[in-house]
């Protein structure tokens, strides 16, 4: 019987969660605009969304309803993805390293240690690499529309503080499912493997993992803090996501629309980006406070365990990788 409830649902999630996604975007003359995340309510990410929305409502009125789905009710990131190259949902964000699923050398992106600052990785995302980025992203039936924070990662696990590459030898950690995040913490020395975020919570509680990698706001919004003890800021990766939304659906929306929605997304990456930037300036003292035990990293040590990773991707990547590294270290 039990095993009968949970198979009815199991279907009813289905139904539910293909349901919203297959709402038609233009319901009773008016344009619904779905987005979908799968962070906390009151991460960074949704309130950068909410934010977008109350832009767009203020401005257009009543012809068109935002709707957020956050915490992962309409499923994966990868499902998002997938949703918004079918028409079937308007906007979800991802990083540039999530999409080299589909464009591998967009790994490149995301190199441990590759930015100064989130300042200039920015101004070569926005400025010279826009262009490099869009030409491999848009050609998936998907519209970049801006650059929100994803922020600075660093490490947690239940076994000791790190400090130098050498401390994760014998660590299971996971990573998201990129390729760059595997292939870091392995190059770094600890058993690596990839697992989706909305699972990650349950598999650190049972012990599934000794450890993950995430920005502070990911660690204190998902309470990662109540099945982990340590966190070392090791500031190994600076990550950048692409608000994008569905270029089947965007081509279908009126001009009018198209501008607010544009300049919406634009005014909305400069907000979050300053949420994102207030919050970390406080989360540490916030999880010492939830009992978190907090250490700085020997830097030096992790940039120096990276550098074999470049010259892998160099070699496996060619002439555009290395284009790439070096105009973001010629970007000022």
């Known amino acids: 019987m039990k095993k009968f409830i949970s198979f009815l649902l199991m279907v009813s999630l289905f139904v539910f969660v293909f349901a919203v996604m297959a709402t038609p975007s233009f319901a009773a003359d008016k344009i619904v605009i779905k987005i979908a995340t799968g962070t906390a309510s009151d991460h960074p990410e949704n309130v950068g969304c909410r934010y977008f929305e109350k832009i767009v409502e203020e401005r257009i009125g009543d012809k068109v309803d935002v709707q957020l789905y956050d915490q992962g009710q309409l499923g994966s990131q990868k499902d998002f993805v997938e949703g918004v190259r079918m028409g079937s949902l308007e906007m979800t964000m991802v990083t540039i390293g999530f999409f080299s699923s589909y464009e591998p050398v967009l790994n490149v992106y995301e190199l441990p240690y590759l930015y100064d600052s989130p300042d200039q990785a920015y101004r070569a995302v926005e400025g010279p690499l826009f262009e490099n980025i869009k030409g491999h992203v848009e050609k998936h039936d998907v519209k970049i529309l801006s650059f929100f924070e994803a922020g600075t990662r660093h490490i947690t696990n239940n076994v000791r503080p790190i400090y130098t590459p050498q401390d994760l030898k014998g660590l299971k950690l996971r990573t998201p499912p990129a390729k760059i995040n595997v292939d870091t913490f392995t190059t770094f020395g600890a058993n690596a493997a990839p697992l989706a975020f909305t699972e990650l919570y349950m598999a650190l509680q049972q012990g599934v993992f000794d450890g993950q990698e995430n920005p502070l706001s990911n660690i204190s919004a998902s309470k990662f803090y109540e099945v982990q003890k340590y966190v070392s800021l090791s ?98």
Not at 240 to 254: A, F, G, N, Q
Not at 290 to 307: C, S
């Open 235 to 332: 500031g190994h990766q600076f990550l950048i996501h692409m608000l994008m939304y569905s270029s089947k659906l965007w081509d279908k929306l009126p001009e009018d629309v198209q501008k607010v929605v544009q300049q919406a997304a634009k005014e909305a990456a400069l907000y979050q980006r300053n949420v994102v930037h207030e919050e970390d300036a406080k989360l540490v003292d916030v999880l010492k406070g939830k009992g978190m035990m907090i250490n700085e990293v020997n830097v030096d040590a992790f940039r120096e365990a990276a550098k074999p990773l470049y010259d892998k991707y160099i070699e496996e990547y060619g002439a555009e990788a290395k284009e790439i590294i070096d105009t973001i270290r010629a970007t000022k």
